[in-house]
């Protein structure tokens, strides 16, 4: 089965631009999940979906974040306007659904630079 | 609230020794627990998954776990490391009754050297 696809790889901004990024979880993943990776430091997760719908945006900061995931499938994630400590690595996963103890897929990550 | 705390930051080891990577645990309910694994410039892959049963389990690559719920503690032990080993370690908790989503320590990194 195909993984979890996420792109771009690498993205370099200036502080102050915007960026987005873009995933397309497991075929039949009912549940999506974005997660921000800070250097040295354990995923922390910004976003979860239920198919189109939020279950959990608390730890998203949304005076600069946003996340939609319109059709159920691919979702993606805007920061707008960065700030250097968003630089980080931005990971995608997906499982069949929301029961805990169910196997994540996550993909490779965007590693994001604000300069 | 619940927290995962991986006691080492870096773990250097040389090939063929034994190595334990320990995770400890703070929650107020019954958590299901994993590791897993990444290398550089790369997502993360599951290892291994506690979810209910034998306190021992067995993951890929020759990785197991034990679950000791009194000291809540979940630690990663491999009997003899490989080069190719040499990788960044994540202990996750999820909690029962949770919507699924997995709170991450920070990590331990494995240098295996020769």
């Known amino acids: 089965e195909a993984g979890v696809a996420q792109s771009p790889r690498y993205k370099i901004i200036e502080k102050r631009q915007s960026v987005a990024f873009w995933c397309n979880p497991i075929s039949g993943h009912a549940t999506l999940y974005w997660y921000q990776q800070i250097l040295g430091q354990g995923p922390k997760l910004l976003i979860q979906f239920q198919n189109n719908g939020v279950v959990d945006d608390s730890q998203l900061p949304k005076d600069r974040f946003s996340a939609e995931r319109l059709k159920g499938v691919d979702s993606t994630l805007k920061i707008q306007p960065a700030k250097l400590e968003d630089s980080a690595v931005y990971l995608c996963?997906?499982?069949?659904?929301?029961?805990?103890?169910?196997?994540?897929?996550f993909g490779s990550g965007t590693r994001l630079t604000v300069v | 609230a619940q927290s995962v705390t991986q006691l080492d930051s870096q773990v250097p080891v040389f090939e063929e020794a034994p190595v334990e990577l320990r995770c400890n645990y703070s929650s107020s309910v019954s958590v299901y627990l994993f590791w897993y694994v990444q290398y550089p410039n790369q997502g993360l892959q599951l290892l291994l998954k506690y979810l209910s049963g034998s306190t021992l389990v067995k993951g890929i690559n020759g990785f197991e776990a034990e679950f000791n719920k009194s000291q809540t503690s979940f630690h990663l032990r491999k009997p003899s490391v490989h080069i190719s080993d040499t990788a960044e370690y994540f202990c996750a908790v999820s909690e029962m009754g949770s919507q699924g989503n997995l709170i991450f320590g920070k990590g331990t990194k494995l240098s295996v050297k020769p």
């Open positions: 996963a997906s499982s069949l659904n929301a029961v805990p103890g169910s196997g994540y897929t």
